[in-house]
């Protein structure tokens, strides 16, 4: 049930003008009626002898119609205060809480804010400020429509009300961002409020009869220390929110002094990969792969380059930014499209190329068109493309589509690899229905192989689950003889890594194919 849990400023001054009124209505009447028992006015009297006077003009006539008058003057005057109250509270309502969730909105929840404060302020406490802000929700709405999408955030609001006391407050600031003030005696309170906020995310919501989950980012800023006013206690709680979005693990962030620096780095090296997308400002280099049955280079993977300002920004880096931000779409396409325009200088009819695909590149309805499109523009054989998708890519919900496009992939003659397998989460059960064709084992479990026998033996296992299920397997990061020479030993197919290559631009790969043809 929605209730007031403060009065707001204007509330408040009009109850003190209410109460002025009333004091200064009193103060006159006294003073005239003292005034009259002084000057002792003889008001009944004349009026008596007035309406003997004259009393052909029908005075009780008039009289009594004059009270009617005033009867019904103050009847209208009762019912319009009572329209003007209900208006009020309408516009109140309209005014201080979300028509979707009724829960405070931002107006109202920063009110809120402010008075908890001022009180803190008072009684020496502190407040805490939760910025939540719920991940992939756009999804949700364009998945289910909008209405469901409504009732999603109805439910994500009750529940985030039904973690916290009464006197605390929740609130909606819009889209998909929620504000949690809470007043705390000392520190202490903090961990368990947002372990139970945490725990919301655990329970499926239902939607259309099927159970969704969902996650959320948040950030916690605290008064006193992260900010005096309401405004600056918002921005810092939305920053630590967004150190969290970025970071992608699910915590609840505290907020730092360092988070705003991180932060306006982030937003520099947003803006300026959108500006380098549109000069196109990136190369390629090609990384070989060897077949450890015949020690023959049976391909090589394209890895995207982006010097900035004169230095070269770590790949992963700006891949994930380009993911987060959308721009992978394009990215991705100008990288495939230059590796295949590229290959015709050094790739044989014999080996094959390696593209990498995130999952937001895989997900697009086009996807399978874009690959069919790039191979057609520049005469490239389907059969030397290899897809090296990660395994976040195909853990989503939407499974049959995923096995669809596969399945068209396989159809063209296009392969497709997982790539950093292992650390990721997919599903074994999963993997042996879709039509991939080779694993390629995180660099992590390479490097690890000589130090720990665990890893070897994971290894190991990873190499015999790929054979036996007919796919053929690569150790990436392979740094060293030894490594190189344990894994044929385990009977791994093939090899990446700065031992056997490291990745090289268009211009030094097209020399050294020119001299050994030689
Ligand atoms: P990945 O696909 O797993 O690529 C292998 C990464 O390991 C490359 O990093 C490569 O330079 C590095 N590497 C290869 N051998 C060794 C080694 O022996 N030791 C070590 N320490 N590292 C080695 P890079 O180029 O920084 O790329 C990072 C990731 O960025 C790639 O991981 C891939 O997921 C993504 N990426 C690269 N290029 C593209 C692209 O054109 N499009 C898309 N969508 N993603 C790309
Ligand atoms: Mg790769
Ligand atoms: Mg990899």
């Known amino acids: 049930m929605k209730h007031k849990l403060i009065q707001t400023s204007l509330e408040k001054e009009v109850r003190e003008r209410a109460k002025r009124d009333f004091f200064y209505v009193c103060f006159t009447v006294l003073i005239l009626t003292l005034f009259s028992l002084l000057a002792s006015v003889d008001l009944f009297e004349q009026l008596y002898h007035f309406s003997r006077e004259h009393e052909h003009w029908e005075m009780d006539e008039i009289t009594l119609t004059a009270l009617w008058f005033g009867l019904g003057g103050l009847f209208y005057a009762y019912r319009r205060m009572q329209d003007l109250r209900s208006l009020l509270h309408e516009a109140s309502d309209k005014a201080f809480f979300d028509q979707v969730s009724q829960l405070p909105n931002r107006t109202y929840s920063l009110e809120c804010l402010t008075q908890m404060i001022h009180r803190a302020e008072r009684l020496d406490r ?93 950030g916690v800023a605290i008064y006193p220390y992260d900010g005096r006013d309401a405004a600056d206690l918002l921005k810092a709680s939305d920053i630590a929110m967004y150190s969290s979005k970025i970071s992608g693990e699910g915590h609840i962030q505290l907020y730092t002094q360092g988070m705003a620096e991180t932060l306006y780095a982030r937003y520099q090296l947003e803006s300026d990969l959108k500006k380098a997308i549109q000069n196109k400002d990136f190369y390629m280099e090609y990384q070989p792969q ?31 930014v380009a993911e987060e931000t959308g721009h992978i779409e394009e990215l991705g396409l100008w990288a495939l499209h230059q590796a295949l325009e590229d290959a015709k200088f050094f790739l044989r009819s014999d080996q094959v190329l390696g593209v990498n695909i995130t999952p937001r590149q895989f997900r697009h309805s086009d996807f399978v068109y874009q690959i069919q499109g790039g191979l057609s523009i520049y005469g490239f054989s389907p059969h030397q493309l290899v897809l090296e998708v990660t395994e976040s890519a195909l853990v989503s919900e939407a499974f049959d589509d995923i096995r669809q496009k596969l399945t068209d992939l396989r159809q063209l003659g296009v392969s497709v690899a997982i790539d950093d397998f292992g650390i990721g989460y997919s599903s074994l059960g999963r993997l042996k229905d879709l039509p991939i064709t080779c694993l390629k084992i995180d660099q992590l479990f390479t490097h690890a192989l000589m130090t720990s026998e665990l890893d070897r033996n994971l290894v190991s296992t990873l190499i015999t689950l790929a054979r036996n299920l007919r796919l053929s397997v690569l150790a990436e990061g392979v740094e060293t003889k030894e490594q190189l020479e344990l894994l044929r030993q385990m009977g791994c197919h093939l090899a990446q890594g700065f031992y056997i290559g490291k990745p090289t631009s268009l211009a030094q790969l097209a020399d050294s194919v020119k001299f050994s043809s030689e």
């Open 126 to 218: 502190q407040v805490a400020v939760i910025f939540i802000d719920l991940d992939n929700f756009k999804m949700v709405n364009d998945t289910y429509g909008h209405a469901k999408g409504d009732l999603l955030l109805q439910s994500v609001g009750q529940r985030l009300r039904n973690s916290i006391r009464k006197s605390d407050v929740v609130g909606r600031l819009g889209g998909d961002e929620y504000l949690v003030l809470i007043e705390l005696a000392d520190e202490d309170e903090l961990a368990p409020v947002l372990e139970r906020i945490k725990l919301t995310q655990e329970e499926a919501y239902r939607l259309d009869e099927n159970d969704l989950f969902l996650r959320f980012s948040a």
């Open 290 to 320: 060897l077949s450890l049955e015949n020690d023959q280079i049976i391909g090589y993977e394209a890895l995207i380059r982006w010097e900035r300002k004169g230095e070269l920004v770590p790949t992963a880096q700006f891949i994930q």
